[in-house]
């Protein structure tokens, strides 16, 4: 992998704006791995039923950059919010229990169980979902060496594994294959043995892994 | 015994019948007759192809055997995948799905009207008012249907709620009130063969299924009786769920009175066509099944299964589009299992070490369904042993339906075999590797004589002990003992059912006045990279580039029908046919390229068309290689696109299979019984790999699950009402990045021995590398510890048990 997968801890968020100044916890760059630009919302984007349904609660909350006042279901996990309310049905639910990573996003540049999270716990947060990976319609580093390296097979993990993998290589650019190993081991594939996704991981941090 | 006759009617009926292309592809050997018959009058009706026209060496090939970034892959990276599980449609609505807590037991009576009242509930769904006529039968033997008032095992579907929303649907299932009249279950084989055993099917046949003839070669019985070596073992399998990442699911939307559109979670998107046009009496060209992405198969989503016909029928009942997505507990409990299997097998072996006896006998768990359980393939296939019996018989059990996991019964055959012939080669004093290559058999099939059309075992293993350090490192059992730690390794091969023989496909490719090719196949796309394979073959042959080709997703109001992707069949089966129909297409095309046409009635390239080829998006002259054409111009000088058609048949005589070898190299800590995976390496013959990327997937993913099959993968059956106890990822011990060895000691190695009749030589891959690694582990736990293992899987309350009682701790 050229260097263009070096991983860069810099942001591009400074002077964003104030609506993405939060999402500068994510490592991320027009270089780096992380999510696409951000355009600052004059207006929030309003989404769900109207705001005093019974059983909805008012949340303001940044999705990829975009700013949602969403009325969500008191009920409504995380997981449910970005698939159900605003569509981003990139976020997968394997097992709604915690137990797979499938839905793993990052809030406020941590790794997330979307699934175990209330969509009215991420009030006023910055949330990235895998759909705010690829920058200008461009895969980003990662997803480019995930691609590369053939870390994909049914796709179904692949949002959870990503997001997870970007949450580590934020704390850690250079990470030694264990401690990609670790960083995945929330995350559950039943199709690749993890090997070429290790790899991807690797490669995206410019390092091979060692033979 | 003589051979079935088939009537051409009966070959095409059993030609249009999805349930026999799984059969076929799944359990080969036990529809010989049948394959053969069809074979021959496919071969009598196909026209064949212009003599002069070939496809490119396998050894020159400019696309084929490269790796190649996959074109399915881009879309599941930036998250516009489209699952079934993603798909909403304006005014859908969501269904959930009330699950038996006993194993067995019959519904006296159902109260629904509460469920019914809750705001929100469109319908309710049981016994009561579930379609019983006709194809709303979804099986016998038991009687099913799109939900059970009688009840097989425990998570059974008895009712089914659709609602505006998926809570408010799971709401009312609390509502749902049921009698039950519990009856007594039985979720062990060994149980339900007791003559106190209740009669669970009511066949009164000791709840064993229909037997079948043994498989007899020689006399075993003299032969082992003067074989001066002598063994006997039992093994045992359990039973393992897929475990997809994307559960069951399907969305249906009834688009008219007679017309049906469904989105699956499928690797067989003509099968939930014929699924639901069978279950609802209605021609197949009224249903459309569309299955863009599939979130992971291994065998359990083969057709219209429960969660798309439920959806079907309650989208019927209320006229508006209903998703039914299993959750993860419905879906360990419901979906179709890898059946358990006991073998006991017993051999004689000569004082110079030849295997010259041998005989198994198989149960195998039919479950609640009886469905085939046999493990027996790989005890023919692999050693030579003139004089054997085999023999199966399924036994019926309130576990969970029995169905193909990623190579069936073959694991489990391997898992007993392989740790037997471990046993035999320390009984005769040899070598592990050295006692199987004297014993294999590289060259037939013993039982039908007909000729391995390739085998690279013998490679396989050659390359596996070299990569591993067999020569360095194999010691003898117990041996590399340093304080707490204990070393070993060990090894397994297998011959398998799969990635050869099935049923004739055939395809079509197209191409336009653009050059655009369009691939007319229908494998589904389940993340094997099937669309990318098929492209790589289909503009390998035509002399296309790989981007040219139209990548063809399944969808069966756009693609034709070439088959499920199981049974490791897709590469050999559907690309065989591709590769055929691509070289009608190239023959026409050279045929074009060389007649005179317009006003100067001059050709578009002077010579015979055996005299040009094509390669990357032209046709040309072999003696004057800058003497060429672009085949769109080609195209264009037609007036019209063109269509290549081709078939696949496995010629006369020929048999197929496909061998693997695994090595494994552990560390068991004799405190904790742990066993730490350090090294696994995987030896495939896989003929020759189409995509090079493609093919290393394969393999890791397949070796994956077999490590899990090894070290912990076991569905439990537990309490008065025989419920699994741990149905979910929680306890249900699937391998994580953790469990498996570092990147460099986790090592793929294709052997390529090429092969006569798949495309460029290439078998299938998809299901052989499950099978070695849970024998190879058990025999390197051996090699460690001097403690063999026979019930799968391997966990550290075995291990220790095992530590105990030879001594090595107290």
Known sequence: MAAKGRYSRRTFLKGAGATAAGTAAV????????????????????????????????????????????????????????????????????????????????????????????????????????????????????????????????????????????????????????????ALSGNLCRCTGYRKIVEGVLVASGQAPKA | MAKKKLSEKEILALLDDPQFHLAVAEYPTEHQDEIDAIDEYIRRVTPSLAPWVSASNPAETRIVGKRVKRVEDPVRLTGQAMYATDVSLPGMLHAAILRSPHARARIEDIDTSAAEALPGVRAVLTYKNVPTEGGAKTGSNPDRYAVQRDVNFAGEEVAAVAAEDAHTAREALDLIKIKWNVLPSITDMKEALLASAPDLAGTRTGNKTPASAPTKRGDFAAAYASAPIKHEGT???????????????????????????????????????????????????????????????????????????????????????????????????????????????????????????????????????????????PLQRLYRADNATFTYQGVITNRPPSGAQRCVGDPQGTWAQEIFIDELAEKAGMDPVAFRLKNFETKIDQDTKRTWASCGIVECVEQGAKAIGWQQKWHKPGAAIRGSKAHGIGMAAHACAHGAMSLPMSSVVRIDQAGAIDINQGLTEIGGGQSTTMMMIATETVGASLKDAYPTWGDTGFVSDTGGTWGSRGTISAGSAVRNAALDLKAQLLVEATKPRGSSNKPLLEGKPEDLDTADGYAFLKADPSKRVALKDIVSATGSPMMGRGTHVVPAG?????????????EVDLDTGEITLLRYIATDDLGKAINVLGAEQQIEGGASMGIGMALGEELKFDGPGNFPVNANWENYAMPTALDHPRWADFRPILVEPGDAIGPYGAKGLAEPPTAPPPPAIANAVYNAIGVRIHDAPITSDKILAGIKEKGLRA
């Not at chain 1, 027009?30 to 949340?59: D, E, K, M, Y």
């Not at chain 1, 006023?124 to 319609?137: H, M, N, P």
């Open chain 1, 27 to 182: 490592a991320c760059g027009t270089t780096g791995i992380g999510p696409g630009p951000v355009t600052a919302q004059p207006v929030a984007v309003r989404v769900g039923p109207a705001a005093n349904a019974p059983g909805t609660q008012l949340s303001r909350v940044t999705v990829n950059g975009t700013l949602y006042e969403a009325a969500v279901d008191a009920r409504w996990t995380l997981a449910e919010m970005l698939r159900e309310q605003l569509g981003l049905t990139g976020t997968k639910v394997g097992c709604d229990r915690g137990e797979c990573g499938s839905c793993t996003v990052l809030v406020d540049g941590k790794p997330v169980l979307s699934c175990l999270t209330l969509a009215t716990e991420v009030a006023d947060k910055q949330i990235t979902t895998v759909e705010g990976l690829a920058v200008g319609g461009k895969l980003n580093p990662l997803q480019e060496a995930f691609w590369e390296t053939g870390a994909v097979q049914c796709g179904f993990c692949t949002p959870g594994m990503l997001m997870s993998a970007t949450a580590l290589l934020a704390a850690k650019p250079k990470p030694t294959e264990d401690e990609v190993r670790l």
């Open chain 2, 654 to 666: 020929v048999a197929m299979s496909v061998f693997a070898a695994g090595f494994a190299e552990v």
């Open chain 2, 235 to 377: 093994y045992t399998t359990t039973t393992l769920q897929h475990a997809t990442l994307e559960p069951y699911a399907t969305v249906v939307r009834w688009d008219a009175p007679d017309h049906v559109t469904a989105w699956a979670s499928t690797q067989y998107a003509p099968g939930i066509r014929s699924g639901l046009a069978g279950y609802f009496g209605l021609p197949r060209a009224r249903v459309r099944a569309i299955a863009e992405n599939t979130g992971g198969g291994f065998g359990s989503k083969t057709g219209a299964n429960r969660d798309a016909i439920i959806a079907a029928v309650l989208s019927k009942m209320t006229l508006r589009p209903v998703k039914v997505a299993f959750d993860r507990p419905g879906n360990f409990k419901a979906a179709t299992h890898r059946f358990a299997d006991i073998l006991t097998l017993k051999a004689g072996v000569t004082s110079d070490g030849r295997l010259v006896a041998y005989e198994g006998f198989n149960y195998g768990d039919a479950a609640a369904y009886r469905g085939g359980a046999s493990a027996i393939v």
